[in-house]
């Protein structure tokens, strides 16, 4: 059906720009450190939360700001001394997803080598690192003395926010009551919101209906973010 074509066209990646960013007071500090760099007190910024609560978003900001290199923590596999030395030669700064992932030693001897270039290093993690289980106790006290900030996922009123930005982004009205619908009932994530605002515009468009209610209860049912 060409609705169902319509409706299964994969989303275009996230942009992350600073501007698509919704401040609420559940990432306002962190936000706030993301800003203050290069005036940290330390080498590193630990970034905590759960799984879609805009950690990344913060993380590429940063990145854009600082002119940081990204990678993963399962990067550093396999990295000698001689590698990670010349990584922190190139990059002066660089963020670091799923940091908890990193092979301590490796993890430690950047923290070192960016210490004394005066780098900065992002580590965004699940948990801060005071969780970690750390067995190699340099690195712990290394990482538990930098300073670690927590982003909470979204609250109904920041929920909200993302999703009238994403409809407005498109262009979109929605009816009344539609979105507190969306948000008594979907995935509470920034991703999530954008999911469901890219499948109200595909159904919207393909069906020739409007974004009320029903299309509402139609379009969570299909991607299985009712609960």
């Given amino acids: 059906m060409a609705n169902q074509l319509t409706f299964d066209l994969a989303l275009p990646p996230p942009t992350y720009a600073r501007e698509d960013f919704v401040v609420a007071d559940g990432n306002r500090e962190a936000l706030a450190w993301i800003d203050r760099w290069p005036d940290w007190p330390a080498p590193a910024l630990s970034l905590s939360g ?13 990145a854009v700001q600082s002119g940081a290199v990204a990678m993963e923590g399962t990067d550093l596999d396999g990295k000698s001394v001689a590698d990670l030395t010349e990584l922190a030669a190139a990059s002066p700064a660089i963020v ?3 940091a908890q992932r990193a092979p301590e030693r490796a993890l430690f001897h950047l923290y070192n080598l960016m210490r004394e270039r005066r780098g900065s290093l992002l580590l965004i993690s699940p948990e801060p690192p005071a969780r970690w289980a750390i067995a190699l106790p340099d690195l712990a006290s290394r990482l538990r ?3 670690a900030v927590a982003v909470a996922p979204p609250d109904d009123d920041l929920l909200g926010s993302i999703i009238l930005k994403q409809l407005a982004d498109r262009q979109l009205h929605a009816g009344a009551g539609v979105v507190q619908y969306l948000v008594s009932r979907m995935e509470r994530s920034a991703e999530a919101a954008r999911r469901v605002v890219a499948a109200l515009d595909r159904r919207a468009l393909a069906e020739r ?17 009712a609960s």
């Fill in 96 to 98: 670091i997803e799923e």
């Fill in 50 to 62: 759960p799984t879609g609560c805009g950690k990344t978003h913060l993380g590429r900001i940063w």
């Fill in 209 to 225: 209906r409007e974004i009320d209610r029903r299309l509402a209860i139609d379009v969570l049912a299909e991607i299985g973010g």
């Fill in 145 to 147: 003395a930098a300073p």
